[in-house]
């Protein structure tokens, strides 16, 4: 493996600096230089060019860069966008940018925080639901992008001895959220869609929402599972053994049969595999 | 790994692209689908299709009726932090199932101890920056199992540091690295105005065996300068400059790359009609 030639190590830092804005937050390991001392440091390393001045290249990189990230969580979030008008949303996510470095290549991985980075954005506090209609946003977004899973394997399941059932872990899809708000989301969301053809009136004394986002081969899904399968979904997606999801539902008020539920979950697609302790031997 | 590689790359068996393909955006998916317009293949960028669900759906649906081949922006060849292992193996995974003519990515950086800018940043033109790059392409060649193409940028700067021209780091690259060439003629041109040399001289210096595809895009002019957003047709000193490739390295499958306000698929036929008419007539 070949070591980087050092002064490009120092050159890219500072480069980096220089060029994004929230370098200042980054990983502990970058040097930290004041922005303008950076961007000094950098001026001198720049060759001068007759047409292009180095604030010019330096501008047109600092742009590109917030240009790219903003417009990454404009596509991710564009219901939060139209809830609070897209000029709002610019100069929200510009703030965003400046305290969230991307740490992936993949422009579809940036954004994560911005649910959590609303509730403590004051000027956005007017819209108590706003944080929510986020994470509903972000969950649909990473359910649609998920990897393929492949079906449950009914063979596989099929050749588990009975005594060994109690022992078995369902999993749900792996693209699965499991979402709850005292704001009725899944109606802001559905009446901000554009190709919405209802009412865009919510009220927002409604109930709350629990919501199962997930994705079924290429459909994505927001499920409003009842009250009994909303608990449900949280033991499964805790992995617990399934004989003690039994029990436990069982001992409660009301009691739950999961054993007749377990079906209609793998008609819906719920349960997306299993594991055995045993066959993991 | 790297230095020790010997054995020579192949480039990937199939399928073969030739004439002038047409950069796949999802806008034009359903026209595609539906209508199956004669474009001889199209370009997927490759960070678009490294989940699964729809996107990857509708690119295997493409991918039945065109030749295909990826392009990506998120190797960091020229990065000094060590290659983002996830990222190449989500690339070969997809490489495996879509079974592009060749896989291309820039001749840049775009991260620092793992935060990424998610851009295009230029490097140095030094021997030991050469050595370094020309390592990391064997590499990411190696894992891929395939050669791949690194596209010349349009930096915005450059640095003082630099002890070989452009042209001559990137006619050197290609042969240590035993990668092969996309040329983007309009980052060629763009450069050329914005750091006053002869854009002559670059092609000249570009070995014709190693050039695999040509992009060519509109550029912006914002008064003084040049800037490559991909958001306008081709310009009169691209396609001159085009005309001048096409006789140096023969037929190269091109590309009409246009990724900010994308046009109807028909602008775009229009744009790859014009680049075939450069080609010399059989």
């Given at each position: 493996?070949?070591t980087?030639?050092?002064?490009?190590?120092?050159?890219?830092n500072?480069?980096?600096?220089?060029?994004?804005?929230?370098?200042?937050?980054?990983?502990?390991?970058?040097?930290?230089?004041?922005?303008?001392?950076?961007?000094?440091?950098?001026?001198t390393?720049?060759?001068s060019?007759?047409n292009?001045?180095?604030?010019?290249?330096?501008?047109?990189?600092?742009?590109?860069?917030?240009?790219?990230?903003?417009?990454?969580?404009?596509?991710?979030?564009?219901?939060?966008?139209?809830?609070?008008?897209?000029e709002?949303?610019?100069?929200m996510?510009?703030?965003?940018?400046?305290?969230?470095?991307?740490?992936?290549?993949?422009?579809?991985?940036?954004?994560?925080?911005?649910?959590?980075?609303?509730?403590?954005?004051e000027?956005?506090?007017?819209?108590p639901?706003l944080?929510?209609?986020?994470?509903?946003?972000?969950?649909?977004?990473?359910?649609?992008?998920?990897?393929?899973?492949p079906?449950?394997?009914?063979?596989a399941l099929?050749?588990?001895?009975?005594?060994?059932?109690?022992?078995?872990?369902?999993?749900l899809?792996h693209s699965?959220?499991?979402?709850?708000?005292?704001?009725?989301?899944?109606?802001?969301?559905?009446a901000?869609?554009?190709?919405?053809?209802?009412?865009?009136?919510?009220?927002?004394?409604?109930?709350?929402?629990q919501?199962?986002?997930?994705?079924?081969?290429?459909?994505?899904?927001?499920?409003?599972?009842?009250?009994?399968?909303?608990?449900?979904?949280q033991a499964?997606?805790?992995?617990?053994?399934?004989?003690?999801?039994?029990?436990q539902?069982?001992?409660?008020?009301?009691?739950l049969?999961?054993?007749?539920?377990l079906?209609?979950?793998?008609?819906?697609g719920?349960?997306?595999?299993?594991?055995?302790?045993?066959?993991?031997d | 790994?790297?230095?020790?590689?010997?054995?020579?790359?192949?480039?990937?068996?199939s399928?073969?692209?030739q004439?002038?393909?047409?950069?796949?955006?999802?806008?034009?998916y359903?026209?595609?689908?539906?209508?199956?317009?004669?474009?001889?293949?199209?370009?997927?960028?490759?960070?678009?299709?490294?989940?699964?669900?729809?996107?990857?759906?509708?690119?295997?649906?493409?991918?039945?009726?065109?030749?295909?081949?990826?392009?990506?922006?998120?190797?960091?060849?020229?990065?000094?932090?060590p290659?983002?292992?996830?990222?190449?193996?989500?690339?070969?995974?997809?490489?495996?199932?879509?079974?592009?003519?060749?896989?291309?990515?820039?001749?840049?950086?775009s991260?620092?101890?793992?935060?990424?800018f998610?851009d295009?940043?230029?490097?140095?033109?030094t021997e030991?920056?050469?050595?370094?790059?020309?390592?990391r392409?064997?590499?990411?060649?190696?894992?891929?199992?395939?050669?791949?193409?690194?596209?010349?940028?349009?930096?915005?700067?450059?640095?003082?540091?630099n002890?070989?021209?452009e042209?001559?780091?990137?006619?050197?690259?290609?042969n240590?690295?035993?990668?092969?060439?996309?040329?983007?003629?309009?980052?060629?041109?763009?450069?050329?105005?914005?750091?006053?040399?002869?854009?002559?001289?670059?092609?000249?210096?570009?070995?014709?065996?190693r050039?695999?595809?040509?992009?060519?895009?509109?550029y912006?002019?914002?008064?003084?300068?040049?800037?490559?957003?991909?958001g306008?047709?081709?310009?009169?000193?691209?396609?001159?400059?085009?005309?001048v490739?096409?006789?140096?390295?023969?037929?190269v499958?091109?590309?009409?790359?246009?990724d900010?306000?994308?046009?109807?698929?028909?602008?775009?036929?229009?744009e790859?009609?014009?680049?075939?008419?450069?080609?010399?007539?059989?």
């Open positions: 493996m070949a980087p030639p050092s002064e490009l190590r120092e050159l890219q500072l480069f980096y600096q220089a060029i994004v804005p929230h370098a200042q937050q980054a990983s502990p390991q970058i040097a930290k230089l004041p922005v303008q001392t950076s961007i000094d440091q950098l001026a390393q720049i060759r060019q007759d292009l001045g180095f604030e010019q290249g330096l501008a047109a990189y600092q742009g590109s860069v917030m240009g790219k990230l903003t417009r990454a969580l404009e596509e991710i979030y564009p219901v939060c966008c139209r809830l609070v008008g897209p709002f949303f610019a100069a996510s510009r703030v965003y940018v400046r305290q969230h470095p991307s740490r992936s290549p993949d422009l579809g991985d940036y954004g994560s925080q911005l649910p959590s980075f609303l509730e403590q954005f000027p956005a506090a007017a819209l639901y944080p929510d209609v986020a994470r509903l946003e972000w969950s649909w977004h990473r359910a649609f992008n998920a990897m393929d899973q079906g449950l394997d009914f063979q099929g050749s588990i001895p009975q005594e060994q059932w109690g022992q078995i872990r369902f999993e899809p699965s959220v499991l979402l709850a708000s005292r704001y009725p989301i899944h109606r802001i969301w559905q901000n869609q554009p190709d919405n053809a209802e009412s865009a009136q919510v009220n927002l004394d409604q109930a709350g929402a919501l199962l986002i997930w994705r079924d081969r290429l459909e994505t899904r927001i499920d409003l599972p009842n009250e009994a399968d909303w608990q449900l979904l499964f997606a805790a992995g617990h053994p399934f004989g003690e999801i039994c029990a539902f069982l001992d409660q008020e009301p009691t049969d999961v054993a007749t539920r079906p209609v979950w793998v008609q819906r719920w349960i997306a595999g299993f594991l055995i302790e045993d066959m993991d | 790994m790297g230095t020790v590689v010997t054995s020579k790359m192949a480039p990937r068996p399928p073969r692209i004439g002038v393909g047409i950069g796949l955006r999802s806008q034009h359903a026209h595609l689908l539906t209508h199956q317009p004669d474009v001889p293949w199209l370009e997927a960028l490759s960070d678009n299709y490294l989940g699964g669900g729809l996107p990857i759906h509708h690119l295997e649906q493409i991918r039945a009726i065109y030749p295909l081949t990826l392009h990506g922006v998120g190797l960091s060849l020229g990065s000094v932090d290659i983002n292992r996830d990222y190449l193996n989500r690339l070969k995974t997809l490489a495996d199932r879509i079974e592009p003519a060749h896989i291309s990515d820039h001749l840049c950086w991260s620092v101890q793992g935060d990424y998610n295009l940043a230029p490097l140095p033109y030991a920056v050469l050595d370094y790059v020309a390592d392409i064997l590499q990411v060649q190696e894992f891929l199992g395939c050669r791949i193409l690194i596209e010349n940028l349009s930096p915005y700067l450059q640095f003082r540091h002890s070989l021209t042209w001559d780091f990137i006619a050197t690259l290609v240590k690295a035993d990668c092969d060439l996309l040329l983007d003629i309009n980052n060629v041109y763009v450069n050329a105005v914005n750091h006053g040399f002869d854009p002559l001289d670059y092609l000249h210096a570009i070995p014709p065996e050039v695999k595809e040509i992009h060519l895009a509109g912006e002019d914002q008064g003084g300068f040049l800037f490559d957003t991909h306008y047709p081709v310009q009169a000193g691209v396609w001159q400059l085009y005309q490739a096409l006789e140096q390295f023969g037929p499958p091109t590309l009409i790359e246009w900010t306000d994308i046009p109807t698929f028909e602008v775009l036929m229009a790859a009609k014009k680049a075939s008419g450069y080609w010399p007539r059989d």
